[in-house]
């Protein structure tokens, strides 16, 4: 059963100009109606939009969102990191998405002095106490580069101890990824939210090339079906409303703590599947 209680939080990514910045707030003012808890702004590992990161938060706090800027330590040292909580923190941020984050390719030799997601929560932490609620990545189907599952779970696990208040994964399809792995995780004293992360669908060739990069799987009756639609984006669109809805219907009824949508700067999806479940406003 869907309610409009589902905890909702929206992740935008920071603009590159002035069109994008536009862009950026009309989906974040028609999104503004679903209430989320927070919304949350990526940040583009080997320094690239450090600024943007910050810029885009300010812009979301304009607006009136409590704004979760995500920090990656690729490539950062400890003193970079140290001096970006500073500015966060003189900006009023209370949370945060912890990551490792990936090298862009020709980087190879600058993997930064902390080394995975854990260092970096233990970083916050030792340098900040309890002032941010810190938010993690997880990987129900498993994070691309991990040697095997159960070790990707267990410094998941690890994660979590570390000082992560709660997680949010990378998305999935197929709901019996999440339960599984929430139910492995509960196993392993976790008892933090683990909050599903979902990904509208509005462009076949987009979410490829996403899934590809990030390992998440696209069905095979999802990926024949979309083919099957070429290049007739509304009903892409709708299929993937009715995909995406039924989803997080069978997420929030199985006990989802709530939904971080990954709203790629565009609110007309989301609000498609929110209207659906009746979590807009
Ligand atoms: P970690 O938790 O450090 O894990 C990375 C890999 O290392 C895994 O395979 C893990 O099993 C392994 N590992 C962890 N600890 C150890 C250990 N002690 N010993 C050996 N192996 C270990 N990327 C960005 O660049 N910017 C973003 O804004 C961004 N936002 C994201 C938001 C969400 C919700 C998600 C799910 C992902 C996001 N990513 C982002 C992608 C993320 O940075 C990549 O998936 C990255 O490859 C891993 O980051 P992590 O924080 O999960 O890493």
């Given amino acids: 059963m869907t309610s409009s209680s589902t905890a909702l939080s929206l992740e935008f990514f920071p603009p590159r100009d002035t069109a994008a910045q536009e862009r950026l707030v009309r989906a974040a003012e028609q999104c503004a109606s679903l209430s989320p808890t927070y919304v949350s702004v990526t940040f583009g590992a080997g320094g690239s939009t450090r600024e943007g990161t910050l810029q885009a938060v300010r812009l979301l706090q304009g607006l009136g ?14 003193e970079h990191l140290r001096d970006l909580l500073t500015v966060y923190r003189e900006q009023g941020v209370r949370r945060l998405v912890a990551l490792r984050g990936d090298l862009p390719s020709g980087m190879g030799g600058v993997a930064g ?4 997601a854990r260092d970096l929560v233990a970083f916050v932490r030792q340098e900040t106490g309890d002032w941010f609620h810190i938010e993690v990545a997880a990987y129900p189907e498993t994070h691309p580069q991990a040697t095997n599952p159960e070790a990707d779970l267990g410094h998941f696990v690890e994660k979590m101890q570390a000082g992560a208040n709660a997680a949010i994964t990378q998305y999935f399809f197929n709901p019996d990824a999440y339960f599984d792995f929430v139910e492995r995780a509960r196993a392993r ?5 683990i909050v599903p ?12 090339r996403f899934s590809d990069m990030c390992g998440a799987e696209i069905p095979r009756w999802i990926r024949l079906r979309l083919a099957g639609f070429g290049d007739d984006r509304a009903s892409i669109r709708d299929f993937g409303a009715e995909v995406v809805t039924s989803l997080c219907e ?5 006990g989802a703590p709530g939904l971080h949508f990954y709203t790629l700067n565009s609110a007309d999806a989301v609000r498609t599947v929110c ?3 009746g979590v807009a406003k």
């Fill in 275 to 277: 209207d659906r479940l």
């Fill in 113 to 116: 002095e902390l080394r995975y």
């Fill in 250 to 254: 069978k997420l929030i009824a199985g």
């Fill in 197 to 208: 992360g979902v990904m509208p669908i509005t462009n076949y060739s987009q979410l490829q």
């Fill in 65 to 78: 969102f409590d704004a979760a800027p995500h920090l990656s330590c690729v490539g950062a040292t400890r």
């Fill in 189 to 193: 004293g976790v008892t933090a939210p």
